[in-house]
């Protein structure tokens, strides 16, 4: 009998991110001859485009993130590793992680990802919220419910305000969502306050909101967020953020505020800078039109770590990481198999992006652009078939079925614990002061 190939002879694929892009190249290379590392800070894979939705207290967080060592049962030549990579060695192909290992590699895929971007801006970081990780849409979720619960017993004739800064998807679903479960919800489950005293403020710089839609598509967002409530202040910057409030426009007005939600941009990690690798705009890896890393043959770049200079250069959106990863994969193995393949080509598939129930904007490829139920129909089909796993799809049907289906929600909320809360004494009206 032949002895089968050791496998140390097997090419060694390192794979750094367990995004879309991430599992997109693991999954190109389940039946070419290597051994996969996959390594990622956290043992799940997270759906970022509904984190919103489990900071809003309508999804739970597992049903939206996914185990990454499941990724075994359909592919036996991938192991999983949780760590941090602290540094790379391309001349000797081997990177370090936190924990002390060091792998070594013949090929190297880098989708880390990319972490929340301040700009600079004073007090954001200190104080603002921001909404990339599952932990920080927990936090934002708790926070919510803890000054709402503050607010009914302390605070019943005080304003309360939500200001999100940025007008992107995230910020416009975010601003939606919290409308929505104010106008929807609040009169049932806090009867105590009147929800005309909660304001959702939505901070623009640039004067339109959805920045990479068609303007029609923008115009509708607009309308569909003052039709919620949303104070939107577009071609208005934020000067600092602090722990009461935002300082907003050239003006420097002050608007108080318990929560700040920081939904205004992405940047590359800082650990990127100890990897040997040249980074272009935003910190972002520079990598040709293969996708690979300029100067290193061996090593690729995909998704939201990853620009290509000129008009090459690709939004950090979902389709460019999942489009990059497999194309890696498929390089990979043509390469290990002694052939070659053309350059990258992304295919724009089109953007979504939900303002509330049955309200949406659609620019999808094949099809005229969308608004309203139509598109929302799309969004939650688009979805729910990206979630990883078929308990996580079934579970967030089910979720957004009985918020959307019925006009209120507040029956299926999913809350976490809030600090107890000791009645403040109300100060005595004295006639004589």
């Keep these: 009998m032949t002895a089968s190939p050791a496998r140390a002879a097997r090419p060694r694929v390192v794979v750094i991110g367990g995004g879309f ?8 290379l389940r039946d070419t001859v290597v051994d996969v590392t996959l390594i990622d800070q956290h043992a799940y894979n997270q759906f970022q485009p509904l984190l919103y939705q489990v900071a809003t207290a309508t999804l739970n967080p597992g049903d939206i993130t996914w185990f990454l060592r499941a990724i075994r049962s359909n592919q036996k030549n991938v192991r999983f590793l949780k760590g941090k990579v602290l540094r790379m060695n391309h001349v000797a192909k081997t990177i370090s992680l936190d924990g002390g290992q060091q792998l070594a590699y013949d090929y190297l895929v880098i989708a880390a990802g990319v972490t ?5 801006v004073t007090g954001a970081e200190e104080h603002a919220m921001p909404l990339y990780q599952r932990l920080q849409a927990l936090e934002l979720r708790d926070a919510m419910f803890a000054q709402l619960e503050q607010a009914a017993i302390n605070g019943k004739d005080q304003e309360l305000r939500i200001v999100i800064v940025g007008g992107g998807a995230t910020g416009v679903e975010t601003a939606g969502a919290f409308a929505e479960l104010r106008n929807n919800d609040m009169s049932v489950t806090y009867p105590e306050l009147d929800p005309k005293r909660i304001h959702v403020t939505l901070v623009e710089r640039m004067p339109s909101l959805l920045g990479p839609f068609h303007e029609s598509l923008q115009e509708y967002a607009r309308k569909a967020l003052e039709k919620r409530g949303v104070d939107l202040r577009l071609n208005t910057a934020v000067r600092e953020v602090r722990a009461d409030g935002v300082v907003i426009g050239d003006e420097e007005e002050f608007l108080p505020a318990g929560i700040v939600v920081w939904a205004s941009g992405v940047t590359a990690h800082d650990t990127v800078k100890n990897w040997a690798v040249p980074q272009g705009r935003g910190g972002r890896i520079s990598v040709n039109d293969h996708l690979r890393v300029e100067g290193l043959n061996c090593v690729f770049a995909i998704g939201d770590a990853a620009v290509e200079e000129g008009d090459r250069a690709l939004p950090q959106l979902a389709q460019p990481a999942l489009q990059g990863g497999r194309f890696v994969g498929e390089l990979i193995d043509a390469e290990i198999k002694g052939t070659t393949r053309p350059a990258f080509r992304y295919r724009d598939k089109g953007s979504l992006a939900t303002i509330g129930r049955s309200s949406a904007v659609a620019e999808v490829s094949g099809l005229p652009r969308l608004t309203g139920f139509p598109a929302w129909v799309i969004w939650v089909t688009i979805h729910v078939f990206s979630l990883l796993g078929n308990r996580n799809r079934l579970a967030t049907m089910i979720n957004l079925g009985a918020k959307y289906l ?13 600090p107890a809360i000791i009645e403040q004494p109300r100060k005595k009206f004295d006639a004589t002061s």
């Excluded at 892009?21 to 190109?28: C, D, I, K, S």
């Excluded at 019925?406 to 809030?418: D, L, M, P």
């Design 406 to 418: 019925f006009w209120r929600h507040s029956q299926n909320a999913i809350v976490g614990e809030t």
């Design 21 to 28: 892009g991430g599992l997109a190249v693991v999954r190109a």
């Design 116 to 120: 929340t971007n301040y700009f600079g």
